[in-house]
């Protein structure tokens, strides 16, 4: 019954072809352009350019390096803080592209949404130890 329908119609068979080669395609353009995932080892060991707002001084790091420091920060993320300046201590450092800064904060911050359920917030802080007893002889 199919092949008496494709003889019939020879266009079906052409439409399916066309739409095979063409998802066949999208894969392997998909698979061969490396942007697949923003944790590929290739993108992770892609270098990035930090510069420096208050001194102007640049820096080349791994964006795996980069992507580390972010996520071990034990704040909340915050988009206005960059990485620590060496030189001052600060947090001035951006990479040169800021929707680069921006999605990988952005990213991080889902993600650390998605395992703790609740929009990133800085550490909470430890209560103050409740007062000593009174001494015996007072």
């Known amino acids: 019954m199919l092949r008496e329908k494709l003889q019939s119609n020879p266009w079906i068979g052409w439409c399916v072809a066309i739409a095979a080669l063409c998802l066949s395609g999208f894969l392997m353009y998909r ?3 490396g942007g ?3 944790y590929s080892p290739e993108r992770m ?3 990035v350019t930090i510069k420096f707002t208050d001194t102007g001084d640049t820096m080349e790091m791994y964006r795996g390096d980069l992507d580390y420091e972010i996520r071990t920060r034990g704040e909340g993320l915050d988009k206005a ?3 620590i300046n060496p030189k001052t201590g600060q947090p001035t450092g951006f990479p040169y592209n800021p ?6 904060i ?8 998605a395992i703790h359920g609740k929009k990133d917030q800085p550490a909470p802080v ?7 007893p009174p001494s ?3």
């Open 126 to 132: 430890a209560p103050a130890a409740p007062a000593p």
């Open 36 to 38: 697949e995932s923003p």
């Open 99 to 104: 929707d680069d800064w921006d999605g990988m």
């Open 106 to 113: 952005d990213r991080i911050a889902k993600q650390r949404e």
């Open 45 to 47: 060991r892609e270098k």
């Open 136 to 138: 015996p002889g007072t």
């Open 81 to 83: 803080k960059g990485i």
């Open 31 to 33: 698979n061969f352009s």
